[in-house]
């Protein structure tokens, strides 16, 4: 590469540098390793990393830099990659918070009008502008907490032109923000008012032709009383063969035998696996699915129940960890506090934590060749926070760790 490189960036004096490297989703002990280089420093030129080492063999590149950022007494890290959200919505359920701190249940709530129905409503009377003036302010946010990459799941539609219009405004966002959004078809999010399993399983079967070239990705929320790992299997066979990769809402609630259907369907990843089964341990295990696990649901509905992060991790299962933002179970935009909780209460260390937020949150949205890491020939989605060392992140729980957000080398 030579000394003449020209840098449009260069990072220079990190007090650790976490490059999360891996050419594979990390399992087992690979999971605790972040690639740490203390002195380290990072060069980036035309949106792409082309240098990653210490300070000492930057020093060549110095005087060619257009731009020198000092990370001294700082912790330089890939951006968050955020694999699993349902950003794109109308309306707010602050009201059934209030109804949840007094003790009253899910399904009297759900009865009464509100939970996943009350958001569909709201989000089929919203206009594309207003759910793209809504989405736009979150996102904003997320980069700001040093969110670079998100995943984004339709469901709050329930019918072809309302997810289509969900999935419209992710394609708009993706354009307009300095975010990569991904995005996924969930019409199988639930059922909506007036319909039978039978027939909308079928509706969500024909739309799935008509919104490929609007999602990547297909999920299904199987669950007791909403789909069965039956109708689950229709509707991902029929993804699969035009061509969606699959992710699935799985053993969230109860155990139903899904995460084995995820694993035989060579599913990217299966989410949730609070109620997860030893057969489903192990067929994950042996496909490679990754476990994406989303504390930050049952800290807010006050469960008792986590999923099993240390038998995963024990199994060698990759996971990874994500926000599951949304109005009913999870409204929180900071990656930095999932981080917090999936050492607090999956019982993960902080460096297990950041790899599963960054390099294997990437693989399970199936980029983990292009972000995730700090490697040369990767997209430079880099962020600088304000410690000086990783076991800080968690540390401090609940506030904003991050001074620069660097988004495919530009500083946003």
Do not use: W
């Not at 369907?265 to 030893?278: C, N, P, Q, R, V």
Request: aromatic share 6%.
């Amino acid at each position: 590469m030579g000394n003449k490189q020209h840098l449009d960036i260069l990072i220079e004096h990190a007090s650790e540098l976490l490059t999360c490297k891996a050419k594979a989703p990390k399992k087992k002990n690979e999971l605790a390793n972040l690639g740490i280089i203390r002195d380290g420093a990072i060069g980036i030129k035309s949106g792409k990393i082309v240098f990653v080492g210490t300070n000492l063999a930057a020093k060549k590149y110095r005087k060619n830099a257009k731009k020198i950022i000092d990370a001294k007494n700082k912790v330089v890290m890939p951006g968050f990659v955020d694999s699993h959200t349902h950003a794109i919505f109308a309306g707010t359920r602050e009201n059934e918070f209030l109804k949840k701190l007094q003790g009253i249940p899910y399904l009297q709530i759900l009865k009464q009008g509100g939970g996943i129905l009350s958001t569909v409503a709201k989000t089929r009377k919203a206009s594309k502008k207003e759910l793209f003036q809504g989405a736009e302010r979150r996102f904003k946010t997320m980069l700001k907490y040093g969110t670079t990459t998100v995943e984004v799941k339709s469901g709050y539609g329930l019918t072809f032109e309302d997810e289509k219009k969900i999935l419209e405004v992710a394609r708009m966002l993706d354009k307009k923000l300095p975010l990569d959004i991904v995005t996924t078809y969930l019409g199988a999010h639930t059922i909506p008012s007036g319909h039978t399993n039978g027939r909308y399983v079928d509706e969500v079967i024909t739309s799935l032709k008509k919104i490929k070239p609007y999602a990547e990705f297909c999920d299904v929320f199987c669950e007791k009383g909403i789909f069965t790992v039956s109708e689950t299997r229709k509707i991902f066979e029929t993804a699969k063969s035009l061509g969606y990769k699959l992710k699935l809402h799985c053993e969230q609630l109860s155990t139903q035998h899904s995460a084995e259907l995820a694993a035989n369907l060579k599913a990217i990843s299966a989410d949730h696996l609070e109620h997860i089964s030893k057969k489903g341990l192990k067929a994950l295990a042996k496909h490679g699915v990754i476990g994406v696990l989303l504390p930050g649901v049952n800290f807010y509905l006050m469960q008792k129940k986590y999923a099993p992060a240390r038998d995963l991790i024990k199994s060698g299962i990759p996971i990874a960890i994500a926000s599951d933002f949304n109005p009913g179970s999870c409204p929180t935009f900071n990656m930095q506090l999932i981080i917090s909780l999936a050492c607090l209460k999956l019982k993960m260390q902080p460096s297990e934590a950041i790899n599963a937020a960054t390099i294997n949150a990437a693989y399970a949205i199936d980029r983990g060749g292009e972000i995730g890491s700090l490697e040369v020939g990767k997209k430079a989605d880099v962020i600088l926070l304000d410690i000086d060392n990783h076991n800080k992140l968690p540390y401090f729980f609940g506030v904003n760790l991050v001074e620069k957000v660097i988004k495919a080398g530009k500083v946003v």
